[in-house]
């Protein structure tokens, strides 16, 4: 779910004639500006509030989305949106641009680049920086730049848990097998399923501990238990363990909405340091095959 709250309008400006973007209306569709090249007033630009938001189903992706909130009171096009974040290489651009009327906001997703870890991975938000290209329906143009609102600490919890798995990466590779094995019940008990966890040590790396793979939204480690506590040392060779589990629930619109109930977060230790949680992709093979498994446990009719 994306969050709710909209950031504050950073500096704004208007760009020289020969920077201006093409004027478009907020179909998209080029205009005739009733003065070439005006630029869009700064009581305009300075009415429009920026922040970052994250839909849970662009996290695998790290997509994340550019909010444009508008209190100026004149409708605009964001032509473009670019956004600079501390923990990622390059700039991450919008690919189509949207209208934003008075009174509103809207989102521009943009692909984050590369993980960069080269400093604190805590740093703050607000080394992020964002530009926007804006046109109104007249053809006034303009650009805002400035820092966005990160309310719900998007890009800092993104640089951490890409640093994170970075660093588990560099001395041991963790695999999730594709499929889900089936046990049957016994004394009226409930179905239950498993997946197996590998760990394989990379040669010259440093050592990594796995202490614990946290449940999920749809799974629960059989017996109960919010997590399956661990003991894989990387320093002991390759090493595989059993994830036991069953539903967490049961209602099938609930799991059919779900997002991120698949994701194994796992917690891991490296050369003795405590790491963000690192979570596994299923792959589309184990995902499928983990909502099948919940759809037999729970009862529900065959499709």
């Known amino acids: 779910m994306l969050a709710a709250v909209v950031g504050t309008a950073g500096v704004a400006c208007s760009p020289a004639d020969d920077e201006a973007p093409t004027p478009r209306?907020?179909?998209?569709?080029?205009?005739?500006?009733?003065?070439?090249?005006?630029?869009l007033p700064a009581e305009v630009l300075a009415g429009l509030g920026v922040s970052i938001a994250q839909a849970r189903l662009d996290r695998e992706r790290r997509v994340v989305q550019v909010r444009v909130a508008n209190s100026s009171g004149v409708d605009v096009t964001v032509v473009e949106a670019r956004l600079v974040a501390p923990g990622a290489t390059g700039r991450a651009v919008s690919t189509r641009e949207r209208a934003v009327r008075s009174?509103?906001?809207?989102?521009?997703?943009?692909?984050?680049?590369?993980?960069?870890?080269?400093?604190?991975?805590?740093?703050p938000a607000g080394d992020a920086s964002v530009e926007l290209d804006v046109v109104a329906d007249d053809g006034r143009s303009g650009s805002w730049r400035g820092t966005p609102e990160d309310p719900n600490g998007v890009l800092?919890?993104?640089?951490?848990?890409?640093?994170?798995?970075?660093?588990?990466?560099?001395?041991a590779r963790l695999t999730l097998d594709p499929?889900?094995?089936l046990t049957e019940p016994?004394?009226?008990?409930r179905l239950t399923g498993s997946v197996t966890l590998r760990l394989e040590p990379v040669p010259g790396g440093p050592r990594v501990e796995v202490l614990q793979v946290d449940g999920t939204t749809l799974l629960t480690p059989?017996?109960?238990?919010?997590?399956?506590?661990?003991?894989?040392?990387?320093?002991?060779?390759?090493?595989e363990v059993t994830l036991a589990?069953?539903?967490?629930?049961?209602?099938?619109?609930?799991?059919?909405?779900?997002?991120?109930?698949?994701?194994?977060?796992?917690?891991?230790?490296?050369?003795?340091v405590d790491q963000e949680v690192v979570y596994l992709p299923p792959g589309d093979?184990?995902?499928?095959?983990?909502?099948?498994?919940?759809?037999t446990a729970c009862g529900w009719p065959d499709p």
């Open 103 to 123: 009174g509103v906001d809207r989102d521009l997703s943009v692909a984050l680049g590369a993980p960069r870890c080269d400093g604190p991975t805590s740093a």
């Open 285 to 295: 093979a184990l995902r499928g095959a983990i909502r099948a498994y919940i759809g």
């Open 186 to 189: 016994t004394d009226g008990g």
């Open 156 to 171: 800092t919890r993104i640089r951490r848990e890409d640093c994170a798995a970075l660093t588990v990466a560099s001395g």
């Open 245 to 272: 589990f069953e539903p967490a629930r049961c209602d099938a619109h609930a799991v059919a909405e779900d997002k991120r109930g698949t994701f194994l977060g796992v917690r891991a230790r490296v050369d003795g």
């Open 222 to 239: 059989s017996g109960g238990a919010a997590s399956w506590p661990l003991t894989l040392d990387s320093a002991d060779g390759p090493a």
């Open 25 to 39: 209306s907020a179909t998209g569709a080029a205009t005739s500006p009733a003065t070439p090249s005006s630029p």
């Open 179 to 181: 499929d889900v094995v």
